[in-house]
Structures are given as structure tokens and as C-alpha cells.
């Protein structure tokens, strides 16, 4: 695993000028980037003014793209000291960041049931793909410690969003999905060991195949909504280590 960096060394990478074709979601996407590698430590001050002009643009985008963050609670704004990287989630935070997945997740699957004909080939589309992250992500085994593997970790874990999103998109109601965007951006939060790697990816595709199936009506008769809180159950057990043997 990369050394962590203390204070604006960690942002030297971010290299040349930004692009001046979307030009704040391109500053955002840099930083968002970067505060996921894992080289910025809990605590580091996140200077605008000198991201700025490491990325070749105005204090600008660079504070507008802050702001997006703060919502997804990577960063945390202090009166009159600026940005910092906030700590990870502790496991409190994390388990109750997934209750309030579960609500919604089961929700939707619910709502959505029964599958339409659009519903089961976005599913079938989005599963593949995430597939296709999965064998990407394996061929990293063990820490994440290079550009190209943290890539293939966050695309994972946009993949694994977009498996997801597509029953929100059809669930038939526009304040739960108008809820999950809210919560997906607290989501990121659980992308700060993206730096760790994804041990789970093959067990979160077997789950994604089971409610796939239950909405295709292909499975062992579960239920969309069934197969749903079964896979958050089981990745809030993983993240928080419920099913490791005892030391």
C-alpha cells in the first residue's frame, strides 16, 4: 500500500491544467479521485487556493467541487479554517449508514416487483458489467497499490452503484430514488478503503445473480425484496467483520 502524504504534498499528482470542457465536474472527479487512493491522511487541510493552482484553474470550481464533497461527508468544512479529509466511518457510522441502505434498498426492490420487461435487460446489462469490473478487480489481488488498481476498484464500486440504481429507477416512486441519490452520496464515505482493495467483489456479484434471478423469477422462489436484504445484510457483516473467525 502507498505511504500516506501529509498536508497539499499528497495533491501534487494531480498533475496539469484541468480541461475546460466540464470543468467542475472534472475538478470534482480529480479530487474525489484522489481523496479515495488512500495518500491523504484523516485531518489534512485542503487548501482551495493551492489545489487551485496545482490543477490550473480558479479557486472557483475548486471550491464549488468542495462543496459537493462536504455532502458526501469526505470532507468537513470548519468556520473560518477551511476544508479538511475526514476520519473514515466508524463502525457505528458504517452500520447505521447500511440500515438506512436497507430501508430504501428493500423499498425499491419491492416496489419494482413485479419486473417489467425494461427493468429485467437494464438489470441484465448492469449485472454484466459489473461482471466484468469483478474479473478487472481480481486481477489485483491481495492491497491495492497502483493507479491502475485503484481504477479498477472504484469502477467496482460504480459498477456495483449502477446495478443498483437501476431499480431504483424503476421502483414507481420518485421520493425513494429522489432519497437514494441523497444517500449515495454518503456512500462514498464507505469508498475510503478503496485503497484496500475489493475482498468481497466475488460474493457481492453471487448476490447481485440472486436478485437478478428473484426478479427474473428464475430463483428458489425468494423474493426481489427478500434477495435485496439478504445482500445489504450480508455486506454490512463483511465490512464489519461480523463473520471473521475469533482471533
Do not use: W
Not at 465536474?25 to 479515495?36: E, G, P, S, T
Not at 469526505?74 to 430501508?103: D, F, H, I, N
Amino acid at each position: 500500500m502507498s505511504a500516506q502524504l501529509h498536508g497539499t504534498d499528497a495533491f501534487a499528482e494531480l498533475g496539469s491544467a484541468a480541461p475546460r470542457v466540464g470543468l467542475r465536474d472534472h475538478v470534482y472527479d480529480r479530487i474525489l479521485k484522489l481523496l479515495l487512493g488512500g495518500t491523504v491522511e484523516p485531518g489534512t487541510r485542503l487548501g482551495i487556493d493551492t489545489l487551485a493552482r496545482q490543477l490550473g484553474v480558479s479557486p472557483t470550481p475548486v471550491r464549488e467541487a468542495f462543496v459537493e464533497l462536504e455532502r458526501t461527508g469526505l470532507v468537513t468544512r470548519e468556520a473560518l479554517k477551511g476544508y479538511r479529509m475526514a476520519p473514515p466511518l466508524s463502525p457505528r457510522q458504517y452500520g447505521e449508514l447500511l440500515e438506512a441502505r436497507t430501508m430504501l434498498e428493500t423499498t425499491a426492490a419491492r416496489l419494482a416487483t413485479p419486473a417489467t420487461p425494461a427493468l429485467l435487460a437494464q438489470l441484465r446489462e448492469a449485472h454484466e458489467a459489473h461482471r466484468v469490473s469483478v474479473d478487472r478487480i481480481l486481477e489485483y489481488p491481495g492491497e491495492v497499490s497502483d493507479e491502475v488498481a485503484v481504477e479498477a476498484a472504484a469502477d467496482f464500486y460504480a459498477k456495483d452503484t449502477g446495478f443498483h440504481r437501476v431499480i431504483f429507477e424503476h421502483c414507481g416512486n420518485r421520493y425513494v430514488s429522489s432519497m437514494s441519490d441523497s444517500l449515495g452520496a454518503q456512500l462514498h464515505r464507505m469508498r475510503q478503503v478503496v485503497h484496500s482493495g475489493v475482498p468481497d467483489a466475488r460474493e457481492a456479484l453471487a448476490e447481485h445473480e440472486i436478485i437478478l434471478a428473484a426478479f427474473a423469477g428464475t430463483g428458489s422462489g425468494i423474493t426481489p425484496e427478500a434477495a435485496m436484504a439478504h445482500h445489504v445484510e450480508q455486506v454490512r457483516r463483511r465490512a464489519l467483520g461480523l463473520d471473521a473467525a475469533p482471533s
